[in-house]
């Protein structure tokens, strides 16, 4: 049973930065896709980014240039650097890892941004 245990949310001011972890342990034969979703009250899910297994990314159009995801293959491990948050981004990030029999959703972390 592979279980992914995300960590690195909480409540920063507008202009803050927060770092996303989320590692995924278990029997995992192969990982293609990590990802980061966000939900907001009120709106829908979306992906935030996403990174490959070649390591190609991609970014929502409202992240981009604040936001970066990066892996740790050794570690099952994705990670989000956030930076220049705003009060929009505020929301419950979940991670996704999508790989050979596997998609595997997190428990969902907090982010809050706000003054």
């Known amino acids: 049973q592979v279980q992914l245990v995300e960590s690195g949310g909480g409540t920063v001011q507008p202009g803050g930065s927060l770092r996303l972890s989320c590692a995924a342990s278990?029997?995992?034969?192969?990982?293609?896709?990590m990802g980061w979703y966000r939900q907001a009250p009120g709106k829908e899910g979306e992906l935030v980014a996403a990174i490959s297994r070649g390591g190609s990314t991609n970014y929502a159009d409202s992240v981009k240039g604040r936001f970066a995801i990066s892996k740790d293959n050794a570690k099952n491990t994705v990670y989000m650097q956030m930076n220049s948050l705003k009060p929009e981004d505020t929301a419950i990030y979940y991670c996704?890892?999508?790989?050979?029999?596997?998609?595997?959703w997190g428990q969902g972390t907090q982010v809050t941004v706000a003054s």
């Open positions: 996704n890892v999508d790989g050979y029999e596997l998609d595997k």
């Open positions: 278990g029997v995992i034969i192969s990982i293609n896709l």
